[in-house]
């Protein structure tokens, strides 16, 4: 049989494993949240910035397309609209 001194050995060797593993995946998982978290943050900004920049491309896009669409169509509606269409 194993002796009471071994069995305390035995039993501090394991409970200390166990409590360093716990305390490295605690550390790793705090690690990559904090990458994660710095990562999404770089997202968000970087898609604010291309939101803005989208804004307004699409805000020319659109006065550009009612200005053509205005000179296109243009006779045509005041020619309908003379003959009460």
Do not use: H
Request: charged fraction near 20%; aromatic fraction near 10%; proline fraction near 1%.
């Amino acid at each position: 049989m194993i002796s009471v001194i071994a069995q305390e050995r035995l039993l501090g060797a394991a409970l200390g494993s166990i409590f360093t593993g716990f305390v490295v995946f605690e550390q790793r998982r705090s690690i990559y949240k904090s990458i994660s978290d710095n990562q999404s943050q770089i997202l968000a900004q970087t898609q604010m910035k291309e939101s803005i920049f989208e804004k307004r491309y699409r805000l020319e896009f659109a006065c550009l397309w009612n200005k053509a669409v205005d000179q296109t169509l243009g006779p045509m509606i005041e020619s309908l609209s003379s003959r009460g269409w």
